[in-house]
């Protein structure tokens, strides 16, 4: 269950001035394959940049389809408006 108790952010121990995130709650662990990997991350960009057509793409190529407003609001914890 991702919040803010379980992910934590602080300076890289290898590479100095970098960020790294570090998850303490180790449920949150699971493989996924390159094609989510790369539409979750194409889902994410929409959402940074507010490209609602690039939001409704990846949230089809994940299955999401005509509920995309919905997925984003989840993973944002915010309104979603066009």
Not at 11 to 32: A, F, N, S, T
Not at 55 to 78: F, Q
Request: hydrophobic share 40%.
């Amino acid at each position: 269950d991702p919040h803010q108790s379980n992910v934590l952010l602080r300076e890289h121990p290898k590479k100095k001035g970098k960020p790294q995130i570090v998850l303490v709650d180790h449920g949150l662990y699971k493989r996924l394959d390159p094609e989510f990997q790369e539409s979750y991350a194409r889902l994410w960009t929409g959402i940074v940049m507010a490209d609602i057509s690039a939001i409704k793409g990846a949230c089809e190529s994940l299955g999401v389809d005509k509920m995309y407003p919905l997925l984003a609001a989840m993973l944002t914890s915010r309104p979603f408006d066009e």
